[in-house]
């Protein structure tokens, strides 16, 4: 598809391509809430970890401690899954028959509610987001890269 920079050509192929997921039964946007139940149980021990432990809670690690709220690496954290979400988006295929505004919506609504989470935990699950959002971003970049070169 990328090689052609004809529009309808590009159309027919993405419709070639989704009669193969569906001849084949495959949804590429099926992972649903999966992501999300892995890392609960992470989020949960970072969270009773830095609560139960002093050590954990008092240790400062560049301008933050990490047993308290940092608006500002909440502020990092948001902006970094934003990042994340367009260049995600960039990167897909342009679908005109497919252009699903709730993908949007989500895109929009994971960092706004990973902001507003972040200003009431402590510095370390942030930073733990933080962390994630750029090699979520770095990975993206370099697969796309990897498979254009192919």
């Known amino acids: ?25 495959v949804n590429p946007l099926a992972t649903g809430c999966l992501p999300l139940f892995i890392q609960m149980p992470i989020l949960m021990g970072f969270y009773y970890a830095i609560k139960s432990s002093h050590e954990i809670a008092t240790h400062s690690f560049l301008w933050f401690n990490l047993g308290a709220a940092d608006i500002p ?21 342009v679908d005109p028959t ?41 990975q993206s970049l370099l697969i796309s890269k990897l498979l254009s070169k192919s």
């Open 1 to 25: 598809m990328k090689k052609t920079d004809e529009r309808e050509k590009q159309m027919e192929l993405q419709q070639d391509m989704m009669a193969l997921y569906k001849k084949h039964g």
């Open 98 to 138: 497919n252009n699903n505004p709730m993908v949007r919506w989500m895109g929009l609504i994971s960092p706004l509610m990973i902001l507003i989470i972040s200003f009431s935990m402590p510095a370390a699950i942030p930073l733990y987001w933080t962390i994630g959002g750029l090699f979520l971003t770095g």
């Open 73 to 93: 690496l909440a502020l990092i954290a948001g902006a970094i899954y934003f990042v994340q979400f367009r260049v995600q988006q960039k990167l897909m295929p």
